[in-house]
């Protein structure tokens, strides 16, 4: 447990030129490129204890990094983008996901740092 929560800590999710990069654990460094994104909103979200990462929607498939099954962060893809996640399908491996929810500590702070990257 300690040492989940030191990945925590040394491997926050980041915004940088190349684009987001949603980190859970040692495991998970899932790079989404800004030429993919087509945005990114503060949407605070609660879904069902021990929900699976990536889940089935009416407006396609999302990839969900949670904090205590919430999360506060919405990017909305261009186009289907393919995500590799630890572990075999359907719960690993890779797959196209089509939005990407995070749970951000400072939630205006990460769509501050995204705005320069986003506006054209």
């Known amino acids: 447990m300690v040492g989940l929560m030191c990945a925590m800590l040394l491997r926050p999710h980041s915004v940088g ?9 040692l495991e ?11 945005s990114v909103a503060i949407r605070r979200r609660v879904d069902e204890p021990k929900s699976p990462r990536i889940t089935d929607t009416e407006d396609g498939t999302e990839y969900a990094e949670r904090m205590q099954n919430e999360t506060n962060i919405e990017i909305e893809l261009e ?6 996640l630890p572990g075999l399908w359907p719960r690993g491996g890779e797959n196209p996901v089509t939005t990407v ?20």
Do not use: K, N, Q, S
């Open 17 to 25: 030129p190349e684009g987001v990069h949603v980190r859970g654990g």
């Open 28 to 38: 998970i460094d899932v790079a989404v490129p800004w030429d993919t994104v087509a």
């Open 79 to 84: 186009r289907p983008y393919a995500v590799r």
């Open 101 to 120: 929810r995070l749970w951000a500590d400072e939630p205006r702070a990460f769509l501050d740092a995204a705005r320069p990257f986003l506006i054209d």
